[in-house]
């Protein structure tokens, strides 16, 4: 059964951080193009961070840039959102996304991802 399960979210006070992890199992993410999504209450979900298959490319929306890293450790096939210097705008459901292996280019589209994690809550609030 091919799956992600993100883990790591929480509550956390303005200015911290936190790091997610989501853990594929089933295929590898090895060369596949992966991703973080966020969708907060009321509004689409939206991309935050991607890198694509070659690991030569990371890509990052304007609101985390600087703030956040998308990384990935192919030995435990797993991959991980450091977030630092959160902000209250930043809370939401955080998904991880994966491609099929034939594509190679990030996309911030949620309908080019094939696989998705079931979504952890980050919460920034004092």
């Known amino acids: 059964q091919l799956q992600l399960v993100e883990s790591g979210g929480g509550l956390v006070q303005p200015g911290g951080s936190l790091r997610l992890s989501c853990a594929a199992s089933?295929?590898?993410?090895?060369?596949?193009?992966i991703g973080w999504f966020r969708q907060a209450p009321g509004k689409e979900r939206e991309g935050v961070s991607c890198?694509?298959?070659?690991?030569?490319?990371?890509t990052y929306a304007d609101s985390v840039k600087g703030r956040f890293t998308i990384s990935r450790d192919n030995a435990k096939n797993t991959m991980y959102l450091q977030m630092i210097i959160l902000k209250p705008e930043d809370t939401a459901v955080y998904y991880c996304a994966a491609r099929r292996r034939s594509a190679w280019r990030c996309s911030s589209g949620p309908g080019d991802y094939n696989y998705w994690g079931q979504g952890t809550q980050v919460t920034v609030s004092s």
């Open positions: 890198i694509s298959s070659s690991g030569s490319t990371t």
């Open positions: 089933g295929f590898t993410l090895d060369n596949r193009v």
